[in-house]
């Protein structure tokens, strides 16, 4: 799960925050869509999944992944500079996405998954969530 949130970070974040480079739409889109092939990828031979978990695994990365990334663009254009609200929203979708794969993943599968590190990232999105309450 922390390669997965590090590729989360590494894809996202420069095409949110529009890099020195100043890359066209078309070449962060395009560099958004290949981190997230990669990542189903992974996931695919990691978990072995079949055909419509892949299906509803590529459904969800791409919606929540789009989601975050249409929330980041609002943060940015209306100038919020405090990082927490940035946390805030990442730690909310991929909040969503673990919830929506504990739905489609089986009990071996799912245990693959969370010592793949999503419960590491888990407890931590948790304290965070415990940490803003105080």
């Known amino acids: 799960m922390k390669k997965i949130v590090a590729l989360i970070v590494a894809c996202l974040l420069p095409v949110l925050l529009f890099s020195q480079e100043k890359k066209t739409p078309e070449q962060m889109e395009k560099e958004f869509y290949e981190a997230l092939e ?14 419509t978990q892949v299906f509803y695994v590529d459904s969800i ?23 927490d609200i940035y946390y805030a929203v990442q730690d909310k979708w991929t909040e969503q996405i673990y919830n929506s794969f504990h739905k489609i993943f089986d009990e071996q599968q799912w ?20 940490k803003k309450l105080k």
């Not at 996931?43 to 072995?48: F, P, V």
């Not at 980041?72 to 209306?78: D, F």
């Not at 245990?111 to 415990?130: F, I, V």
């Open 38 to 51: 990669k990542q189903i990828e992974n996931l695919t031979a990691l978990l072995d999944l079949d055909d």
């Open 61 to 83: 990365l791409t919606h929540d992944y789009l989601a975050m990334q249409e929330e980041y663009q609002n943060l940015s254009q209306a100038k919020v500079s405090n990082a």
């Open 111 to 130: 245990e693959k998954y969370l010592k793949s590190g999503a419960a590491r990232e888990k407890k931590a999105r948790d304290r965070r969530a415990a």
